[in-house]
């Protein structure tokens, strides 16, 4: 007997029904979810065997050991303690990391070439270790059948889209679905890896004004979110609440310590600290707009020059006095440096409206751009 579009109707919405509005483990939210966490962790345990068959675990039993005992500490620091967590090395010369539902967390010997210590291994397991607490995957098949769920209703209710039209439907869904986790669960694995790393020791939580070098060294680009992350931590954390301002080199810097005022003074202002920060904000700018939020931290440096126009390294958070060396090359350079890249941002973004050429061009030996006439 053929199925009626009411009995069909009645069936999907029944497996609707069947879905769970479980708590995230990691932001207590609801989140609407059609697995139970059994579930969740027979699929693991399923597609395990499987996962071994095709790649094979790495044969070096001393690594495995030391991978797993790693991961399991750091499970112990997670959201969710209270599951069985297992990691393997797989035998592919891939560099990739890998996580079923249910805590079956993989890590390639490709990659293992490319870690130079404990705490890179640890972030690498630690991100994957946060798709598993925050239930990333399981998230990803509700979508998945959430979205089948939604065409076939639209099939039963506008005839005229079945056929090639559905089937096209269906193809973008799952392959958007499928192609991997979405930017926002990638961000969100970051920043739990980085949590339960911290928790467990692994890693020196302390943060340090050098983190901008991810940025502007090009590791990532720097309008990336996880730089603006990372670049605002360091403007709200490091940046001396006192009248004299400037960044920090690190949280309870020592060196030259004038103040045990850690919340208000993590250190003494350094110039080239700060001026890092103003060369983040000029290498993301893309707007004059944007580009002009650099000035307060350029002139911040300059107002504190000597009167002879020497830098020193740093500065007295009450006094604004010099601290250390004086001169320093570094300052110099760093500042030389800003100055510079400000001048050629400003020459790509200030344009003529009637030739598109810049109105205040500035020519160095690297651009051979022609003068607006």
């Not at 980085?194 to 901008?212: F, H, M, Q």
């Not at 080239?272 to 350029?298: R, V």
């Not at 001048?343 to 020519?363: I, N, V, W, Y």
Request: a negative charge.
């Amino acid at each position: 007997m053929r199925p009626t579009s009411r009995t069909r109707c009645a069936a999907l919405l029944a497996a609707l029904l069947m879905a769970n509005c479980a708590q995230n483990p990691v932001t207590g939210n609801p989140n609407l979810v059609l697995l139970s966490e059994s579930q969740e962790i027979a699929i693991g345990r399923r597609e395990d065997p499987k996962v071994r068959q095709q790649y094979g675990a790495y044969d070096n039993a001393a690594l495995q050991q030391y991978v797993s005992e790693l991961g399991q500490r750091l499970a112990r620091a997670g959201h969710r303690p209270g599951i069985e967590y297992h990691f393997l090395v797989i035998d592919s010369p891939d560099v990739n990391a890998f996580a079923l539902p249910g805590g079956y967390i993989y890590i390639t010997r490709g990659i293992l070439a490319y870690l130079n210590s404990e705490a890179e291994l640890a972030a690498v397991l630690g991100h994957e270790l946060g798709h598993v607490t925050a239930r990333h995957s399981v998230q990803q098949l509700t979508a998945v059948t959430a979205a089948n769920i939604g065409v076939s209703l639209l099939q039963i209710f506008v005839p005229e889209t079945r056929g090639a039209v559905s089937d096209n439907v269906i193809n973008l869904l799952g392959g958007a679905l499928l192609s991997g986790y979405g930017r926002e669960h990638e961000l969100e694995a970051d920043r739990l890896g980085a949590e339960y790393i911290t928790r467990n020791g692994t890693v020196d939580p302390t943060i340090d004004a050098s983190l901008y070098a991810v940025g502007y060294f090009g590791v990532y680009e720097p309008t990336d979110e996880r730089v603006a992350q990372t670049m605002n931590a360091l403007r709200d954390r490091l940046w001396c609440k006192t009248p004299v301002g400037g960044i920090a080199r690190y949280e309870n810097d020592y060196y030259h310590q004038v103040s045990h005022d850690v919340a208000n003074v993590p250190g003494n202002p350094w110039f080239i600290c700060t001026l890092w920060i103003a060369q983040w904000l000029i290498k993301k700018a893309t707007t004059m707009e944007q580009l002009k939020e650099a000035i307060p931290l350029i002139e911040w440096v300059s107002d504190r020059c000597l009167p002879s126009g020497v830098l020193a390294e740093q500065v007295h958070p009450y006094s604004n006095e010099p601290l250390s060396v004086s001169p320093l090359t570094w300052s110099h350079a760093t500042f030389v440096q800003v100055v510079l890249d400000y001048l050629e941002k400003r020459t790509s973004l200030d344009l003529c409206g009637a030739c598109h050429q810049p109105t205040q061009p500035f020519r160095t030996r690297k651009t051979n751009k022609p003068l607006c006439p």
